[in-house]
């Protein structure tokens, strides 16, 4: 399988601030890597898929990057709704979907 | 607007048979794959595996002797079996759609169901 880590595990910020979450993949995965939001007992939201393409109805604070095995995911100016965990997922095989271990955003 | 709503036992004894449905609205399990992925406490994603609504499926390959998905077209549904389950298998377990655009996307998701294993 291909491994997915993610870093930080958590950080803090402030409403307003920007905000960087990175993932690094153990081999290339060709773009295929996607971002979630996930706020405890909701479901899951598609943020970001491949790589930089912002899902349908997500706002523009939010932008995904990078290429081969290093991905980033930018919230340019962060907004009391976007504290929440984050993961990232890559799918460039398709035998084994794999995600990373998460990054838990909190107030500071 | 598609939604996904998991419904099934709080509680599986082990040794037995884990078993969960995905029940969808606003998108026909006629198209598009259908995915369950679970999270035991502290730990990663995980993904269990797929469907189509033609009978391909693949799963994790760490899970893959235990593990069965199948649609059911007529009731918009889908469903999960996970069998001779331990105390590991506890996890918040979710459906998902995922599409085959630019690689494969969980776009939309249950909002999970929490299962124990335990005597």
């Known amino acids: 399988d291909i491994q997915m880590t993610q870093s930080p595990s958590s950080l803090s910020a402030s409403i307003g601030d920007r905000v960087t979450i990175t993932c690094r993949a153990s081999?290339?995965?060709?773009?295929?890597l996607n971002w979630f939001q996930h706020k405890p007992g909701k479901a899951p939201k598609l943020l970001i898929y491949?790589?930089?393409s912002l899902q349908s109805g997500v706002p523009s604070r939010f932008s995904g990057s990078g290429s081969g095995t290093e991905f980033t995911l930018t919230i340019s100016s962060l907004q009391p709704e976007d504290f929440a965990n984050y993961y990232c997922?890559?799918?460039?095989?398709?035998?084994?979907?794999?995600f990373g271990g998460g990054t838990k955003v909190e107030i500071k | 607007q598609v939604q996904l709503q998991e419904s099934g036992p709080g509680l599986v004894r082990p040794s037995e048979t884990l078993s969960l449905t995905c029940s969808v609205s606003?998108?026909?399990?006629?198209?598009?794959?259908w995915s369950w992925i679970r999270q035991p406490p502290g730990e990663k994603l995980e993904w269990i595996g797929y469907?189509?609504?033609?009978?391909?499926?693949n799963y994790n390959l760490s899970l893959k002797s235990r593990v069965t998905i199948s649609t059911d077209t007529s009731k918009n549904q889908f469903s999960l079996k996970l069998n001779s389950v331990t105390a590991a298998d506890t996890a918040v377990y979710y459906c998902?759609?995922?599409?085959?655009?630019?690689?494969?996307?969980?776009?939309?998701w249950g909002q999970g169901i929490l299962v124990t294993v335990s005597p």
């Open positions: 081999q290339s995965i060709n773009g295929y």
């Open positions: 997922q890559q799918s460039n095989s398709a035998l084994g979907l794999t």
């Open positions: 998902a759609r995922m599409v085959a655009t630019i690689g494969l996307i969980f776009d939309y």
């Open positions: 469907a189509r609504h033609n009978g391909n499926t």
């Open positions: 606003g998108a026909p399990i006629s198209s598009n794959f």
């Open positions: 491949a790589a930089s």
